[in-house]
């Protein structure tokens, strides 16, 4: 079965820390991998990732993926409180289909 | 760009009742996938089309739920009849083929 896995699950910092989150995926037909950023609405569009070893970045954010070891991770540098939300790793496979992972939960307290 | 609109924002309905979702993806975008999410289960894919054309519906939980693309520019996601555990946030999201998807504002669903 796909399935995607993001860890931690949540996670406390202080503002100025820096912070890495990680996504490990199996999927039958990989086609890139997206990360999202939700707070109190929809997701909203971060990074999209298709070749390897190929950094993301903008502004505090940055992305790479690691199509050989199935993982990709995010990180964002001098956190602010306005980070805070809940940040979803997706696989996109065949005809477009996203596999979501359960997400990771990040507070970043003032 | 208007974005992907969904309509209502909010539902409130009582058990056994007919709900309606609707969704106007962005213009120009050729898919369009329907998405539930709770805390219990997070974000699950009900269904998606390609073309207007339903691709993959595995996600529908069952026989209740119904969606629908007639054209390019609206679908709508039927339960009936409406239970309790059917309450969640339905997001309505569109792309260009192999493309990033963009998230609606979402519906959230309380069956009472």
């Known amino acids: 079965e796909d399935k995607v896995v993001q860890s931690p699950l949540s996670l406390v910092v202080h503002e100025g820390d820096t912070v890495t989150l990680n996504c490990s995926y199996e999927?039958?037909?990989?086609?890139?991998l997206l990360w999202y950023k939700q707070e109190k609405k929809a997701p909203t569009f971060l990074f999209m990732l298709?070749?390897?070893?190929i950094e993301k970045k903008s502004g505090r954010l940055s992305s790479i993926l690691d199509k050989k070891e199935l993982f990709s991770i995010l990180n964002i540098t001098a956190t602010q409180t306005g980070d805070s939300a809940v940040y979803l790793c997706?696989?996109?496979?065949?005809?477009?289909?996203?596999?979501f992972g359960a997400g990771t939960i990040l507070r970043v307290k003032s | 760009d208007a974005g992907v609109i969904q309509s209502p924002r909010h539902e409130v309905t009582e058990m056994g009742q007919e709900v309606t979702l609707r969704c106007k993806p962005i213009?120009?975008?050729?898919?369009l996938f329907w998405y539930r999410q709770t805390m219990m289960r997070g974000l699950e894919l009900l269904i998606y089309?390609?073309?207007?054309?339903?691709?993959?519906d595995s996600g529908m939980p069952e026989d209740r739920f119904s969606a629908k693309m007639p054209n390019a520019s609206f679908s709508t996601l039927k339960i009936q009849p409406s239970e309790p555990r059917d309450s969640a946030v339905y997001f309505c999201?569109?792309?260009?083929?192999?493309?990033?998807?963009?998230f609606g504002p979402g519906t959230r669903l309380l069956v009472l």
């Open positions: 999201a569109s792309s260009l083929t192999q493309g990033t998807q963009y």
């Open positions: 999927v039958t037909n990989f086609r890139s």
């Open positions: 298709t070749s390897s070893g």
């Open positions: 997706a696989v996109v496979e065949y005809g477009n289909k996203l596999v």
């Open positions: 213009s120009g975008h050729n898919s």
């Open positions: 089309f390609n073309n207007n054309v339903p691709i993959d």
